[in-house]
């Protein structure tokens, strides 16, 4: 109870909080504005706190101490993920997207936000249960560059992996989960020849632009951080970044239903959110 | 007009009270009013559906960037975090789990105490972990009307009391009094 009380010393308003995005955005040139508040708040509180930190002291730091800013731009971004998160989503995906892939020569597919990397392996081994792997090539970007250090590993906890093997055999696999990793330890690695046709590279979806073509880009449980208008302007992106007739798959709870280019879409799979462009 | 919110947490045993509370209703409830109940991803059930066929209002699972009107009963929808941001729209979060429990009724009442201020009502109901308690203090905090079910007429105390041990509460009601209290909002 004590420990619980003290969490609720670390109270910072709104108001302050626009005084951390303008010191963020004037002093460091990263812009966080189109972060949604109430998510964004939590996780400026939760560095307060493990920082032990009053808004005064966060502040100096954020102004004064040398690499401190990119401290505090990997905490606020959040990074929680799985392999195989929704199994009837990767299941949507292998019927509904996939035969069309399939009709390319080369098939390359972005993961924006791919955090440390479980979905990018996850759509590794689909590609690779389809035969499809070889003339593949998938990108997986964020912004955080500490996250993308791990998902080059590619090394999860055993623990963690013996879960996304539940989640792998809901999508009906043809493979078992460990015949893509080698376990040692409490480790598991992902065996190289998953990696072959990775790549893992630093990306903002607020400043960067297209960079590539695509035939599939997944984005899930990303929007949901942003504010409309990020949500649109990075929507856009997506279009800009997707071939004729690509496919764009959300997460869960993430839709197109307010996107004014929405009728550039056909809706796939309306369950899973998966949308391909039409227009 | 100012906005006003009415928010409802609860756990194990909270749930079944809460449905049973807003199937009595037999008016509308002018304000809108947030359910945050732990609920398995994995059994997503079509409560929703069920109680807005059953009611005389809409009720909902709240989306992402959806913006919260009255007359509306909204549930956060299993497996997310649910906040409410200063436009009084909803945002959702897949951080990591509070108190074991995602969504959490903590990060709820958290963001809401800021933006609802004195125009926050929240009653934590019956459940066997702490979440809650921390929002509920917050929401006091922030000027809000805090009410906790009383721990004796719980199924599962636990819920209720850690908020009582903070002292996070304005007053413990029984079920009676809380379906009185709701009835007089509407």
Redesign the interface.
């Known amino acids: 109870?004590v420990e619980?009380?003290t969490?609720?010393a670390v109270?910072i308003?709104?108001e302050e909080l626009e005084g951390i995005i303008d010191v963020v955005k004037n002093l460091h040139g990263y812009d966080v504005s189109g972060y949604?508040?109430?998510?964004l708040?939590?996780?400026v509180t939760r560095i307060m706190e493990l920082n032990k930190l009053d808004l005064v002291e966060l502040k100096s730091k954020l102004i004064n101490q040398p690499g401190f800013i990119t401290y505090f731009l990997q905490e606020i971004t959040?990074n929680?993920t799985e392999m195989f998160r929704d199994p009837e989503f990767y299941k949507a995906v292998k019927t509904d997207v996939f035969p069309y892939l399939a009709t390319y020569p080369h098939i390359k597919l972005w993961s924006a936000g791919c955090s440390t990397g479980e979905e990018v392996y996850s759509l590794a081994i689909l590609l690779k249960e389809a035969g499809l792997y070889q003339r593949a090539f998938i990108y997986g970007t964020d912004i955080n560059t500490k996250v993308l250090e791990k998902a080059k590993r590619g090394i999860y906890s055993l623990i963690k992996v013996k879960e996304y093997s539940e989640n792998f055999i809901k999508t009906d696999p043809k493979s078992s989960l460990s015949e893509y990793y080698t376990a040692m330890y409490n480790a598991a690695t992902i065996n190289n020849s998953l990696k072959q046709n990775i790549l893992f590279t630093q990306h903002s979806l607020v400043s960067d632009q297209a960079f590539n073509e695509f035939q599939m880009i997944t984005c899930r449980?990303v929007?949901?951080?942003f504010?409309?208008n990020l949500?649109e302007k990075v929507l856009d992106l997506f279009y800009d970044s997707l071939c004729h007739l690509g496919f764009l798959c959300l997460?869960?709870?993430?839709s197109l239903v307010?996107y004014k280019n929405a009728g550039k879409f056909k809706v796939v799979n309306k369950k899973h959110n998966i949308y391909q462009k039409i227009g | 007009m100012e906005r006003k919110i009415l928010l409802l947490g609860g756990s194990a045993g909270g749930f079944s009270v809460i449905l049973n509370i807003i199937k009595a209703l037999e008016r509308p409830i002018q304000r809108p009013i947030i359910v945050i109940v732990h609920r398995n991803p994995k059994y997503a059930s079509s409560i929703e559906d069920t109680l807005s066929k059953a009611l005389l209002q809409k009720v909902k699972t709240a989306d992402d960037k959806e913006t919260i009107e009255d007359g509306t009963i909204y549930f956060a929808p299993a497996g997310y975090h649910l906040l409410i941001e200063p436009d009084y729209s909803f945002s959702l979060d897949i951080s990591e789990p509070v108190q074991y429990s995602r969504p959490s009724i903590d990060v709820t009442f958290e963001s809401a105490a800021e933006v609802y201020k004195e125009n926050c009502a929240a009653i934590l109901f019956s459940g066997a972990n702490h979440d809650g308690a921390q929002g509920l203090l917050m929401i006091k905090k922030y000027g809000g009307k805090t009410y906790v079910q009383d721990p004796l007429d719980a199924e599962v105390p636990i819920m209720p009391q850690s908020a009582i041990d903070l002292n996070a509460q304005d007053k413990i009601l029984s079920i009676a009094e809380i379906k009185d209290y709701i009835i007089q909002l509407t």
Do not use: A, C, H, P
């Open positions: 109870m619980l009380s969490k609720v109270m308003t709104f949604t508040r109430s998510s708040k939590r996780r959040v929680v449980n929007l949901i951080y504010d409309t949500q997460g869960s709870k993430e307010n």
